[in-house]
Antibody
Framework: EVQLVESGGGLVQPGGSLRLSCAAS????????MDWVRQAPGQGLEWVGR??????????DYAASVKGRFTFSRDDSSNSLYLQMNSLKTEDTAVYYC????????????WGQGTLVTVSS | DIVMTQSPDSLAVSLGERTTIDCKSS????????????LAWYQQKPGQPPKLLIY???TRESGVPDRFSGSGSGTDFTLTISSLQAEDVAVYYC?????????FGQGTKVEIK
């Protein structure tokens, strides 16, 4: 059974940093495209970015709103994905979801339960 | 960036009635190399992550009831619920994954009348 579990959320001050983790089980992370999607309180879904699979050299795409501040990384030995968030702004407050696809050309089939990041002084 | 616009923003439907949600993209999401539309539909219930319903605009994800169907091509798409059930109360989102950033529509809230 595929399972994704996010962790690492919490309260951080503006300008601060936080690293989120996404632990994957039931599949081999290196074989998967992985996405991050966020949802501000009471708002819609916003795609944060993705990292491609090992066959595509783990290349990444980022939304303009986070480019230069957020970085994706992986640890295939522990089957985990990470989202390093720097220079956080109040507008980054959201629930952050990691997700995976059955194939690169399909929708996001598997989602974690999300982890809440609150940026506030 | 490709802008995704859904309509309506919300609707109230009687149980058993047909429901349609439209999604329009600011540019085509049809990939000519494989003739597939890179368009997905998701359902999100309160306090839950989104759930994939449809991908490639019309392919139902495994386990999704057949009352859910997707149609359309190019820039205009529709999600149809053939007979609304109480458990279908949710917010529905379309998403293009043709090119990054893989933008979502603003969501359509479906309620029971």
């Amino acid at each position: 059974e595929v399972q994704l579990v996010e962790s690492g959320g919490g309260l951080v001050q503006p300008g601060g940093s936080l690293r989120l983790s996404c632990a994957a089980s039931g599949f081999t992370l290196s074989d998967q495209y992985m996405d991050w999607v966020r949802q501000a309180p009471g708002q819609g879904l916003e795609w944060v970015g993705r990292t491609r699979d090992k066959a595509h050299s783990y290349t990444t795409d980022y939304a303009a709103s986070v480019k230069g501040r957020f970085t994706f990384s992986r640890d295939d030995s522990s089957n985990s994905l990470y989202l390093q968030m720097n220079s956080l702004k109040t507008e980054d407050t959201a629930v952050y979801y990691c997700g995976s696809r059955k194939s690169a050309t399909a929708g996001i089939s598997y989602w974690g339960q999300g982890t809440l990041v609150t940026v506030s002084s | 960036d490709i802008v995704m616009t859904q309509s309506p923003d919300s609707l109230a439907v009687s149980l058993g009635e047909r429901t349609t949600i439209d999604c329009k993209s600011s540019q085509s999401v049809l990939k000519n190399s494989n003739n597939k539309n890179y368009l997905a539909w998701y359902q999100q219930k309160p306090g839950q992550p989104p759930k994939l319903l449809i991908y490639w605009a019309s392919t139902r994800e495994s386990g999704v009831p057949d009352r859910f169907s997707g149609s359309g091509s190019g820039t205009d798409f529709t999600l149809t619920i053939s007979s609304l059930q109480a458990e279908d109360v949710a917010v529905y989102y379309c998403q293009q994954y043709y090119s990054p950033p893989q933008t979502f529509g603003q969501g359509t809230k479906v309620e029971i009348k």
